[in-house]
C-alpha cells in the first residue's frame, strides 16, 4: 500500500547521489518500521506521462519497538533513470512522495555472530541499515564491509561508514576497493572481480566462520563474489544476495516463451480478494493482473525487487529471469509475477501468502 510521505531532507552524498529522508506521521510509524536491509518502493505520477515506479534500500538503523521509525533512502542516477533524475535534480524538502511500505528479505535480525558483506556503489544502502543496526544492538556481533566504489568522491555514504569504525573498532572492519583510483594506503585499485576475490577473502576473514554473507550491488560483482564464496567452500544458505537496477524495458516483451500455453486463465488472490482473467499471448501474470487490480504489487518489473512475489498454488509457470527469490523460496513454490508465464491451461496464484 502506498501512502504520501512528505520530503523531511534530500542531501547531497555524491555529485550523482542523494539521501533522501521522508517524515513519516505518527499513525503510520508502525507501517514504516523496517527491518534491517528492507527496501521501499517510490511512485511519482508526472502530469503529462505514466506513472513511475522504483525501488530504493532504506539506509537508517532500524530503531527499536516505541522509538520513531526514521525513513532515509539512497538514490543514484542512473542514465536515463526517470525517477533518479527527479530525485537529483528537482525533489525538495518539502514536496511529497508516494511510498509503499517497506519489504523485502534481504535482512538480518541483530544476532550474535560475525558477519561480512561484498558490495559495490549503492548497494552500501541495505548494508549500511543492517551494520549499523546489528552493532547497536547486539554487543557479541561482528562485522566486516568489503566495499567497491569507483573513485572516492564516488563513494555513497563515506561519512557514515567512517563513524562505524570510529565508534566500533574492535567489531567493525572496513575494506574500500577503489576500481579507477588508486588510495594512499590499504589495497591497489582494481575491480573486485572473482580471482582477486578468492584470494583477498581469506587474507581478510576466517571465511568458514562467517556466520552470514550479504552480497549487494551491481550484477557482475554480485556473481563474481557469490562464485567465490562456492569455491572457498561457504554454505550457500549462509549467502545472501541483492541485485541492483535493471533495464527499463525489462518485462515488456509480448514474444511467448517456448512452452507458453497458447491459452491460460489465471486465477489470484490479491488483499482477500479473488479475481479470474484470460491470459494474453505473450503477457506475464503480473500484466493480466493489472488489467483488472490496479493494486497488484510491483516496482521494477524486472526480476530483481521482488515486490511482486507470489505464490503458486497450481498450474506450472516459467520465469523469464530471477534475481529476487532465493533457492529456498522457489523450492516452496514463489514465483515472480512480473517474470512469470503460464505453461499450463489454468494457474493460481496467491499474493497474500
Known amino acids: 500500500m502506498f501512502h504520501p510521505l512528505r520530503v523531511s531532507e534530500v542531501e547531497q552524498l555524491t555529485d550523482d547521489s542523494v539521501a533522501v529522508t521522508f517524515a513519516v506521521p505518527a499513525e503510520l510509524r508502525e ?27 532504506i539506509c537508517s538503523p532500524a530503531v527499536p519497538p516505541g ?36 519489504m523485502g528479505r534481504f535482512v538480518l535480525e541483530p544476532r550474535p555472530g560475525h558477519f561480512a558483506a561484498v558490495v559495490g556503489g549503492s548497494g552500501i544502502t541495505p548494508v549500511l541499515s543492517i551494520a549499523a543496526t546489528l552493532l547497536a544492538r547486539e554487543p557479541e556481533a561482528r562485522f566486516c564491509l568489503i566495499r567497491s566504489d569507483r573513485t572516492a568522491a564516488s563513494t555513497m ?23 579507477r583510483e588508486e588510495q594512499q594506503s590499504g589495497l591497489p585499485s582494481g575491480r573486485l572481480d572473482e580471482d582477486r576475490l578468492n584470494g583477498l577473502l581469506p587474507a581478510l576473514l576466517p571465511v568458514a566462520d562467517i556466520d552470514g554473507w550479504f552480497l ?43 512452452g507458453e500455453a497458447s491459452q491460460a486463465t489465471l486465477t489470484a488472490t490479491l488483499d482477500g480478494r479473488s479475481g479470474r482473467w484470460p491470459v494474453q499471448e505473450g503477457e506475464t501474470l503480473l500484466e493480466t493482473v493489472l488489467r483488472s487490480r490496479a493494486d497488484a504489487p510491483y516496482a521494477c518489473k524486472g526480476g530483481v525487487c521482488g515486490t511482486c512475489r507470489a505464490f503458486l498454488v497450481s ?18 513454490g514463489y514465483v515472480l509475477a512480473c517474470q512469470s508465464h503460464p505453461l499450463t491451461g489454468e494457474v493460481e496464484l496467491d499474493f497474500d501468502r
Open 67 to 102: 522509538a520513531d521509525p526514521v525513513l532515509r533512502v539512497g538514490i543514484r542516477l542512473v542514465d536515463g533513470g526517470e525517477f533518479s533524475t527527479y530525485a537529483l535534480k528537482e525533489l525538495a524538502a518539502g514536496d511529497t512522495v508516494e511510498v509503499m511500505e517497506p
Open 216 to 258: 549487494c550491488g551491481p550484477f557482475g560483482l554480485v556473481q563474481s563474489a557469490e562464485r567465490a564464496l562456492r569455491e572457498l567452500g561457504v554454505p550457500k544458505a549462509r549467502v545472501h544476495q541483492e541485485i541492483f537496477h535493471v533495464d527499463d524495458g525489462a518485462g515488456t516483451s509480448r514474444a511467448r516463451v517456448p
Open 157 to 179: 555514504f563515506l561519512d557514515e561508514a567512517a563513524d562505524l569504525k570510529d565508534r566500533y573498532p574492535d567489531r567493525f572492519q572496513l575494506v574500500t576497493v577503489l576500481s
Open 315 to 332: 498450474g506450472e509457470v516459467r520465469m523469464e529471469r530471477n534475481y529476487a527469490l532465493e533457492a529456498e523460496e522457489t523450492e516452496s
Open 31 to 57: 507501517a514504516f518500521r523496517h527491518t534491517p536491509g528492507q527496501h521501499v518502493t517510490l511512485r511519482r505520477k508526472p502530469a503529462d506521462g505514466e506513472e513511475i515506479r522504483r525501488t530504493y534500500s
